[in-house]
């Protein structure tokens, strides 16, 4: 079974920065893929960004230019540095993983960007 914890939401002032960490236990197939959404208050959960194990990456039109997804497949963890945050951006940020036996969600972290 996997498990996918997030870590490093909080809250931050517009212009800040976080750095959201992810890191997958159990016993699992190596990651194709692994990337980030979110889901603001009242609204649908969007995909944010993802990185494929060759290292290829891909963001919202949203987000991009000020985040950043990294991952260590060493250790099955992904990352996503956010930059010049906007009170846009306050969402509960969710960290996702799959291979070829399925797609995992991790329990979420709240980023909330607020003066």
């Known amino acids: 079974q996997v498990q996918l914890v997030e870590s490093g939401g909080g809250l931050v002032q517009p212009g800040g920065s976080l750095r959201l960490s992810c890191a997958a236990s159990g016993s699992f197939s190596s990651f194709n893929g692994m990337g980030w959404y979110r889901q603001a208050p009242g609204k649908q959960r969007e995909w944010v960004a993802s990185m494929a194990d060759g290292g290829s990456t891909n963001y919202a039109n949203s987000v991009k230019g000020r985040f950043t997804i990294s991952r260590d497949n060493a250790k099955n963890a992904v990352y996503l540095q956010m930059n010049s945050l906007k009170p846009e951006d306050t969402a509960v940020y969710y960290c996702?993983?799959?291979?070829?036996?399925?797609?995992?969600w991790g329990k979420g972290t709240l980023v909330t960007v607020s003066s």
């Open positions: 996702n993983a799959n291979n070829f036996q399925g797609a995992y």
